[in-house]
């Protein structure tokens, strides 16, 4: 079972349904420049108050990566309680922009993941102010922003307001923001000049059928516990999975998440490419046309 790490060993003796859902739970995988943008974070994190915080912004085509690297990140700087004093420290904070931009709605946000009570017309004023008063309270030194793009949903007017929400909570706290989010997220923020300047970007491109992507796979068929090795750095079967997945991170993940759990429901017990032309999959590029065939 060299095949496998110790942990996917131990997988081995469970049922098939209990391996089936090991199968399908979030993998993490450290890759070269997963590693390298979590670094850029920590050196945001422990970048010491200032008048003008480090920023970041994480970008990526969908599917590749990006929130599941900022909850990494998050994971790894949970809430605590300070033995000194019981305060609540919560050194990393984690909220989704809302649909569009919207000073209330970011706010309500804000609130509900912080675990306030509050009223939902309560004017914005106070919700502002309850907002930088548990931000300053939990000492919370990075505010993340996945899906940062959406800024862009709303009208010019909607932009410049919710910029400058962003821009004032960080100056006034002096805290770090990070936005997360596709390549619109780069000129949502450059709406503001000045925003834009304070923000380094960090992007997670897609994979190329390189070393790199092969590393990738290896590290994969370490982590899925079939009991029989697969191989899938062999060039035919590397190179279908390349193919099927446009090089999307999570993509990659997905087909050999079916692929492992189809080998266990047949007994075959690892991927070869009948397996990967039997799951249930329909390539991200190609799923437009399935819904034009439908008549959606």
Known sequence: MEHLNDTAKKWLNLSNTERILKCKEQLWIGYPRALQ???KLEDVLDHPKSLRMPNMLVIGETNNGKTVLVNRFVSKHKHYIRETDNSLILPVLLIQAPPRPDEKRFYNSLLDNLGAVYKF???IDKKQYQVMRLLERMETKVLIVD???HILAGTPSAQRVFLNVIKYISNELQISIVGAGIKDAYYAINAD???GNRFEVASLPSWKPDDDFLRLLASFERL???????????EELAMKIFTMSDGKLGEISTIIKKAAILAIENGKEYIDTKVLGAIDYIPQSKRKNQLNQVGF
Request: charged share 15%; no cysteine; net charge negative.
């Open 193 to 195: 000049p000045q925003l």
């Open 224 to 234: 899925i516990p079939l009991g029989q090795p697969s191989n899938l750095i062999r």
């Open 37 to 39: 943008v979590l670094d």
């Open 121 to 123: 017309n309560d004017h």
């Open 147 to 149: 899906e940062f793009h």
